[in-house]
Every structure is written in structure tokens, then in C-alpha cells.
């Protein structure tokens, strides 16, 4: 979800449109660092209580972190407004354009997909609901057939009924017309049957569309996979399931004037500044049970200074800021260091690893034990430390995050504290015939100053045990396009250390591994395999795992999947990252989504005021 992939958009940076937390200025880095040990004592004096109990609590009697398992200041209360604001634009509210992490969780209030996340607390909020459809989708025997039947009574703002054959539209306007709706994923036409021969609904105008979507009635809608796929209602969360009616779409000027089928429609939207929502008296809560649909009233803005989001948030003048990446890091003293505010921050987890792809095809590292010596070297304590410290993250032992289903906690190269173990990496040099270290190139995106921290963190951790880096900084929208990402251009540079981060497209093990560890993600340019790991025992574990209907077989497939990856030893996982989140005192139904990033859940957010 908002990572690009390379069934989407291989030249682009896999980690840029996520929404990830970005460490401004390697001097702000470090002023954080600096008041961790104080921002920890003040939470052990009391503030990072999660009892599920002081869930209800609001404003400033809710703990620290309350939010990550339970709905802080509980409501049922209807009115209001909720104000967010944004330092950046989105890449588009079309719900069939965008591919970033926070617009698919706002664009919840005014467009129904198929499923959906479960608007709830906790581990809850990643179960997969019906949303538009009765019920989740019904697969063949095979996994390669999904049928879903639409609820009765669903209109869209102007009371015209939604249809199976308005969904069908909207896949194909959004996956297979490039021309007009580039930010968008494309999994439904990397899966759907002759996905890679439609042209898409403004070129082709055969009313019948792609065949492999079929609309039998006006509720009911199948789809033809070209191969199984169990994930699918995750894949089917996506807002480009949210139906659009052929007669209203303009193609890129359908953002001025969406049509709505959810509780909320757009009063007004000024491209680069904001827009206002409103409700929609023709919405139908009877059709919808998971949306409370409490705001009378939700506005967005656009390109404010994100210091002075921070600040409007602390003074109670918004109620949250959309980006849900969590406080800058100027703003992460003042409220690690303040009691009152430290108890109004949620550091959540943002679905994602920072880690360190060692390339099989680079000399030394297509030895097993050259790369168990990196293992055992590396000080993960002091990348952490690099990266800005607790707030941003936790010590990593496994590629997949915590916030993943599938996750399984296991550490392969445990060391005391994380802090590397000298003594087994000199082992592991010998045995890979290096015993006196060797020289390496470790990549880092020049523009992202933690990313270079982490490395520069990375090489004096290797620099003890005789193996010495040199750090080589590329620009990010070019890392996977032109440099990282082109196996050639690696092998030729031996760049054989290259910094990566990586979320989920929807957490699911698979949705996390495949587009990292499977052989088939090894491209000529824009490749996200940048380990080069084609191991064809990982390859089949991931096909099988995706092809298996048993959902508990398939989230125990993942745990495997990464045990075996850990002992290949070919991915360093680093950071798992996190943000520090603030809620202000009248926020009310304020939960932490761990589907959507770790931000909050905007489908249940109000207003106290």
C-alpha cells in the first residue's frame, strides 16, 4: 500500500509514495537521540500504560500509547469536525489514481471498495470485512475464480443504484489506462485472464470490457485469475474497487467531482490546497455496518509546513495530521521530554524494514559465510541509534515486520543487545577464506540523511572486524531505476552491500516477501530483489503459500518463508520502523490502523469539540 512495486511502477522508488517517516536533518538525528534516555524515564514513571481499560479515556487521561490497542476517547457522539491537514499534496483522492498510504484510508469516507479493514483496535484492524460486497469473495476450489455479491440498496450520492457493473468499470479505468491514471498499482491486470492484452475502457469500446471480470447481474461480479490467488480480499480492499459511474467519468477531471458512494461526499476541492467533506444524505447506513459516519463536517489542507502541523496538533486546532507518519523530528523533543504530551503520543509501527541486501552475484558475498560475517558484525544498537533512536523504530531479527500477518519472532544471528558479536564474525571470515576482512561498497540514498547515518553506523560496526565499506550515495527516484535496482550496473560497480526499505502492499506475508525474495522479481532495471536471491525452494514456498485457501497454512507459510531467507543470509534486517504519533485532547474514536501504516484508523475518527 503506497510502496511501488514492480508491477506498478519499476523506474520509481519502492519506499518514496508510503507515507514512511523521513529523518530531516542528520543534526535533528541526533537531538532526538540525545533525549532518549530521558523520554524513557519519563515513560517509566507512568506514561506507556496500554491497558485496554484507559481506552475510553480521552484527552489527556488516556496513556501513552493507548491508541495502539484501543480506541482512545470513545464516542458516540454525532457532529463536528474533523480538521486534518497535510504538509504535502496527495498523488490523487481519485479513488482509481492513488497508490499513497493515507489517501487509501481517507478515501474510505467517501468510497466503498469491495472489502475492507476493520475499522477496529489492535490486532483486529487487519481482518478483512465486506464492505460493498454481502459477504467476502467466495473462491474456487483453485483460488483462480472470486465471486463477490453486492449488498442491496447501494446508491451513490445522486441516488442512482451502484452496480457490479460500476466496480467492473472501475477496475479497468484505474489499472489499464496508464494514460490517464499513472499512480495507481496494477495487480488486477498483472492477475486478471488477458490482463496484458486489454487496453482499457477509453480505448476499447466494446461495451463488454475485459472479459475475465464478469457482471451476470447487477449484484454479482466474478473474477478470472491467471493464476491462484488466495489474497485477493486483501487485494480487493484496494479504493480502485470502489464502483464509478462510466456516465460521470471524465478521466483525469473525474478528481474534481467525484461521485461518493460512502457516508461523506466533496462540498468543494481546490487542487493543491484541500477540500471539504460533507455528508451524504443519500447514503444508506442500513448498507453499512462498519461506519459510524459521527463528523458532520471533514476538511482537509494542503501544503502546510509540517512544523506547523505539529504545532496546530499540540495547540488542539486540528485533529490530526493526515500524513499519519507521525511529529518531525524538531517537534520529537518537545513531546519526549514533556509528561503532558508524552502521554498524547502513540509510537506505531509503520509496516516496513530497514535492511541491508547483500548481492549474491558480488564477490565476496556469494559466500554463504562472507555474508554470516556481515551478520554477526553489524551493531544493529547503533543503526537504530542512527536512525533517531526508540521513537523511530525497533532492532530488526527478521525481514518481516511485526505489523504483518505472517510475522514470527525469531532472531537467526541473536547477539547480546543487539550489538553484534565480534568473535563469531571473525569465524565466519575465516571459514569464507577472508580472514583478515575485505572491501565492499554499501549504497545509501543521498537524500535521505538517517539512510546515510545507518550506513555510515554500518561501516565503522564492520570496520572491527577488518571489513571496510565504502559508502556510495545515489539519488532516491533514481536508486532502483538506475543504479540499485540494475543488476548490471551492481555487478559492474560491485556494489555489493545496497540499503533498502520495504512495506507491504497489504500486510500479508506475501504481500510483504514476494516483490523482495522471490527469483521472479529479479529485473533488468527497477528491481526490488536487490539481493539477487533466486533460491528456487523460496520461490515454490511463496507460490504454494499464495495457491493455499487455509489462511492459518498460508500465515504460517510466511514465518517459514522468512526463517529461510534469514538463513540465507543474504538480507541484514536493520530497523523495524515506526512513527511517533500525536492526538490532541478533543480527538475522539482515535486508533491506531496497523493496515494503513500505523496511522490512524480516519474511518472512525471524530471530533469532541
Known amino acids: 500500500m503506497g510502496f511501488v512495486t514492480p508491477l506498478t511502477r519499476a523506474a520509481s522508488d519502492p519506499s518514496e509514495s508510503r507515507g514512511l517517516p523521513q529523518v530531516k536533518t542528520t543534526r535533528v538525528t541526533a537531538a532526538v537521540a540525545s533525549v532518549l534516555v530521558l523520554s524513557l524515564a519519563v515513560s517509566a514513571?507512568?506514561?506507556?500504560?496500554?491497558?485496554?481499560?484507559?481506552?475510553?479515556?480521552?484527552?489527556?487521561?488516556?496513556?501513552?500509547?493507548?491508541?495502539?490497542?484501543?480506541?482512545?476517547?470513545?464516542?458516540?457522539?454525532?457532529?463536528?469536525?474533523?480538521?486534518?491537514?497535510?504538509?504535502?499534496?496527495?498523488?490523487?483522492?481519485?479513488?482509481?489514481?492513488?497508490?499513497?498510504?493515507?489517501?487509501?484510508?481517507?478515501?474510505?469516507?467517501?468510497?466503498?471498495?469491495?472489502?475492507?479493514?476493520?475499522?477496529?483496535?489492535?490486532k483486529e484492524g487487519l481482518e478483512v470485512v465486506p464492505d460493498l460486497a454481502e459477504s467476502l469473495g467466495e473462491p474456487s476450489a483453485d483460488a483462480k475464480t472470486w465471486t463477490y455479491k453486492l449488498r442491496k440498496g447501494l446508491t451513490y450520492e445522486d441516488g442512482t443504484p451502484i452496480t457490479s457493473k460500476d466496480v467492473k468499470y472501475a477496475i479497468e479505468r484505474s489499472n489499464f489506462s496508464p494514460e490517464v491514471h499513472s499512480n495507481g498499482p496494477t495487480y488486477f491486470k498483472a492477475y486478471l485472464v488477458g490482463g496484458d492484452k486489454y487496453k482499457g475502457p477509453y480505448k476499447d469500446k466494446s461495451p463488454e470490457g475485459i472479459k475475465s471480470i464478469e457482471t451476470p447481474d447487477d449484484q454479482t461480479i466474478v473474477f478470472k485469475l491467471n493464476q491462484p490467488f488466495a489474497d485477493f480480499d486483501y487485494l480487493a480492499t484496494y479504493s480502485q474497487t470502489a464502483p464509478v459511474p462510466q456516465a460521470k467519468d471524465d478521466g483525469a477531471k473525474y478528481v474534481q467531482h467525484i461521485v461518493s458512494s460512502g457516508?461523506?461526499?466533496?462540498?468543494?476541492?481546490?487542487?493543491?490546497?484541500?477540500?471539504?467533506?460533507?455528508?451524504?444524505?443519500?447514503?444508506?447506513?442500513?448498507?453499512?455496518?462498519?461506519?459510524?459516519?459521527?463528523?458532520?463536517?471533514?476538511?482537509?489542507?494542503?501544503?502546510?509546513?509540517?512544523?506547523?502541523?505539529?504545532?496546530?496538533?499540540?495547540?488542539?486546532?486540528?485533529?490530526?495530521?493526515?500524513?499519519g507518519t507521525g511529529v518531525q523530528p524538531q517537534t520529537q523533543p518537545k513531546v519526549l521530554t514533556n509528561p503532558k504530551l508524552q502521554k498524547q503520543t502513540d509510537n506505531s509501527y509503520a509496516g516496513a524494514t530497514q535492511y541491508i541486501a547483500l548481492n549474491k552475484k558480488v564477490k565476496p558475498f556469494d559466500n554463504a559465510d562472507c555474508r554470516k560475517a556481515v551478520q554477526w558484525a553489524i551493531d544493529k544498537r547503533s543503526a537504530l541509534d542512527a536512525m533517531g533512536g526508540d521513537p523511530k523504530g525497533d532492532v530488526a531479527t527478521s525481514l518481516m515486520p511485526p505489523s504483518v500477518n505472517g510475522y514470527t519472532k525469531f532472531d537467526t544471528y541473536a547477539t547480546t543487545d543487539h550489538k553484534?558479536?565480534?568473535?563469531?564474525?571473525?569465524?565466519?571470515?575465516?571459514?569464507?577464506?577472508?580472514?583478515?576482512?575485505?572491501?565492499?561498497?554499501?549504497?545509501?540514498r543521498s537524500d535521505r540523511p538517517a539512510e546515510v547515518a545507518i550506513a555510515t553506523a554500518v561501516q565503522n560496526s564492520l570496520k572491527k572486524v577488518g571489513i571496510k565499506v565504502e559508502i556510495k550515495q545515489y539519488p532516491s527516484g533514481k536508486y532502483f531505476s538506475n543504479f540499485a535496482g540494475v543488476p548490471s550496473y551492481v555487478h559492474e560497480h560491485k556494489l555489493g552491500m545496497l540499503s533498502m526499505a520495504w512495506g507491504a502492499d497489504w500486510p500479508t506475508g506475501y504481500g510483504f516477501l514476494d516483490q523482495i525474495v522471490n527469483g521472479a522479481a529479479i529485473k533488468p532495471s527497477g528491481a526490488t530483489n536487490l539481493m539477487e536471491l533466486d533460491d528456487p525452494k523460496i520461490n515454490k514456498a511463496l507460490k504454494d503459500g499464495i495457491a493455499n485457501t487455509d489462511a492459518d497454512a498460508r500465515t504460517k507459510a510466511w514465518g517459514e518463508v522468512d526463517k529461510m531467507v534469514m538463513d540465507d543470509a543474504s538480507v541484514v534486517p536493520l530497523v523495524y520502523r515506526k512513527n511517533l504519533l500525536f492526538r490532541p485532547e478533543s480527538a475522539a474514536n482515535v486508533t491506531v490502523s496497523e493496515a494503513y501504516l500505523g496511522m490512524y484508523d480516519y474511518l472512525l475518527l471524530s471530533s469532541g469539540k
Open 45 to 122: 514513571c507512568g506514561g506507556s500504560d496500554k491497558k485496554k481499560d484507559e481506552g475510553g479515556k480521552g484527552g489527556t487521561n488516556a496513556a501513552k500509547d493507548a491508541a495502539l490497542s484501543s480506541i482512545v476517547n470513545a464516542s458516540d457522539k454525532k457532529g463536528g469536525t474533523v480538521a486534518l491537514e497535510h504538509s504535502d499534496v496527495p498523488d490523487s483522492l481519485d479513488p482509481g489514481n492513488t497508490y499513497y498510504g493515507w489517501v487509501l484510508n481517507f478515501s474510505r469516507l467517501y468510497a466503498r471498495s469491495l472489502t475492507t479493514f476493520k475499522p477496529a483496535a489492535g
Open 263 to 323: 457516508p461523506y461526499k466533496f462540498e468543494s476541492y481546490e487542487e493543491g490546497r484541500g477540500a471539504t467533506l460533507v455528508r451524504n444524505d443519500k447514503w444508506d447506513p442500513k448498507t453499512d455496518p462498519i461506519r459510524k459516519a459521527l463528523p458532520d463536517k471533514i476538511t482537509i489542507k494542503f501544503k502546510v509546513n509540517p512544523v506547523t502541523v505539529d504545532n496546530n496538533l499540540m495547540s488542539d486546532k486540528i485533529t490530526a495530521d493526515a500524513a
Open 420 to 444: 553484534g558479536d565480534i568473535d563469531k564474525a571473525k569465524a565466519a571470515l575465516k571459514a569464507c577464506g577472508k580472514p583478515n576482512g575485505f572491501d565492499t561498497v554499501l549504497t545509501a
